[in-house]
């Protein structure tokens, strides 16, 4: 890891705040073995007091697991997370998930499409973009869940 990436990831971890989340279900995450920003969201969520298990997959393997959870080639990220009955798919702030699993919307989970520059295990917030959460309902239709920047 270059150094520059190393500061930034620091910046990341100040920046997801107090606990959140203490007692809440263990977050299980597949991801591929070299993806990095994958780990680094790992560590955003733990920072906010998540609990993590996660597992290295095959590629093919994360693409069907996709699949099967409902999650369409528009609505990926790169890793794809489960935490008490949803998916949790890419680059989603903890405090999203905080607010999902205590509100228990009848959906089928949230995602941050692509890899938005300023969310946490990207560069972080501040890096200039802004991004959406959507929420995914069982029909497979997408609303906005929260905006960031
Ligand atoms: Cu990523």
């Given at each position: 890891m270059k150094r520059r990436e190393f500061v930034l990831l620091g910046t990341t971890c100040v920046a997801a705040?107090?606990?959140?989340?203490?007692?809440s279900p263990t977050i299980k995450v597949a991801k591929t073995a070299t993806c990095g920003c994958c780990s680094a969201w790992v560590l955003h969520v733990q920072e906010a007091g998540f609990s993590v298990d996660a597992q290295n997959v095959d590629q093919d393997d994360l693409y069907a697991l996709k699949d099967r959870l409902g999650i369409t080639p528009e609505l990926s990220g790169c890793h794809t997370a489960l935490v008490d009955g949803y998916f949790v798919e890419g680059h989603v702030p903890a405090s999203d998930i905080a607010r999902l699993l205590d509100q228990r919307?009848?959906?089928l989970g949230l995602t941050v499409p692509g890899?938005?520059?300023?969310?946490?295990?990207?560069?972080?917030?501040?890096?200039?973009d802004t991004f959406e959460t959507l929420l995914v309902a069982k029909d497979g239709s997408t609303s906005i869940f929260a905006r960031h920047s």
């Amino acid at each position: 890891m270059k150094r520059r990436e190393f500061v930034l990831l620091g910046t990341t971890c100040v920046a997801a705040g107090p606990a959140l989340a203490t007692g809440s279900p263990t977050i299980k995450v597949a991801k591929t073995a070299t993806c990095g920003c994958c780990s680094a969201w790992v560590l955003h969520v733990q920072e906010a007091g998540f609990s993590v298990d996660a597992q290295n997959v095959d590629q093919d393997d994360l693409y069907a697991l996709k699949d099967r959870l409902g999650i369409t080639p528009e609505l990926s990220g790169c890793h794809t997370a489960l935490v008490d009955g949803y998916f949790v798919e890419g680059h989603v702030p903890a405090s999203d998930i905080a607010r999902l699993l205590d509100q228990r919307p009848d959906a089928l989970g949230l995602t941050v499409p692509g890899m938005p520059m300023s969310s946490p295990g990207m560069a972080g917030p501040g890096a200039g973009d802004t991004f959406e959460t959507l929420l995914v309902a069982k029909d497979g239709s997408t609303s906005i869940f929260a905006r960031h920047s």
